[in-house]
């Protein structure tokens, strides 16, 4: 979220932006939206009214065709997500986390139904799932300390 809140407040800053960076502001906006698959990301009010002041721009800065290209790629996908989605209207106020974009994109359902959550809790039952036999033994083992007189558990400690 930071990360494209400070992207945006940079484009904001557009007319006093070298070609050089407004390219790369470009080309991290065209990363987040196609090469990553999050367009909910730039759907921000702040992003749009940069954008929309940036067009009326075109005609005499020739270097801002660029910028003007995007949003006519980019413009198309958020009418896409509002149709889809009826509350992108009130999301495009807030800064977004690449789950919160997520959810807009794919609907809101609870974290743990979705499948990047299955991948991390996949992965984190593999290094710390136990098996029967060791389940077994560490059931053993606290009967077994739970049956020791209270005298020799504080000496151990």
């Known amino acids: 979220m930071k990360i494209v809140a400070n992207y945006g407040n940079l484009f904001k800053n557009y007319a006093t932006l070298t070609e050089t960076v407004l390219h790369y502001v470009l080309k991290m906006f065209h990363r987040l939206t196609y090469d990553l698959g999050y367009p909910a990301l730039l759907c921000q009010a702040s992003i749009f009214r940069t954008f929309q002041s940036l067009l009326r721009m075109v005609s005499i800065r020739p270097e801002l ?57 996949k992965k984190k039952n593999v290094r710390g799932t136990l098996n029967e036999e060791e389940e077994n033994e560490i059931s053993v083992l606290a009967a077994e300390y739970a049956q020791l007189p209270k005298g020799i558990i504080a000496i151990e400690r």
């Open 65 to 121: 065709k660029e910028a003007s290209e995007f949003f006519n790629h980019f413009w198309p996908k958020f009418v896409k997500l509002a149709t889809k989605n009826p509350k992108m209207f009130v999301e495009i106020l807030f800064w977004k986390t690449a789950r919160e974009a997520s959810e807009i994109q794919n609907g809101y359902t609870p974290y743990e139904a979705t499948e990047a959550a299955a991948r991390i809790k």
